[in-house]
């Protein structure tokens, strides 16, 4: 079983910066390609930024330049760091995984963390 933990959400003014980690815990053999999700209330989960596992990160056009998707292999987590934050970024951010256990492979999914910009 693999467990995956989000953290780092919170309060931010508008401009404002935060960082999101992701960690993956459990009967862990590899890990595959990592993203990040949000949901905003009354929207549709969106897909904010994927890394592969050969390390090729892409962004939706809305984050683009302000948003930066990285990780730790040793420590089994990733990172979403969030420049320029605006209003429009509120949402629960939900990080995906794709690994290998000790069974299978499979999509495991954190909790979600909230991210609120406001004045």
């Known amino acids: 079983q693999v467990h995956v933990v989000e953290s780092g959400g919170g309060l931010v003014q508008p401009g404002g910066s935060l960082r999101l980690s992701c960690a993956a815990s459990g009967s862990i053999v590899s890990i595959g390609h990592r993203r990040w999700y949000r949901q905003a209330p009354g929207k549709h989960r969106e897909l904010v930024a994927t890394l592969s596992s050969g390390g090729i990160t892409t962004y939706a056009d809305s984050v683009k330049g302000r948003f930066t998707i990285s990780r730790d292999n040793a420590k089994n987590t990733m990172y979403l760091q969030m420049n320029i934050l605006k209003p429009e970024d509120t949402a629960v951010y939900y990080c995906?995984?794709?690994?290998?256990?000790?069974?299978?492979?499979?999509?495991?999914w954190g909790q979600g963390t909230q991210v609120t910009v406001s004045s």
């Open positions: 995906n995984v794709d690994s290998l256990s000790s069974t299978d492979w499979g999509s495991y």
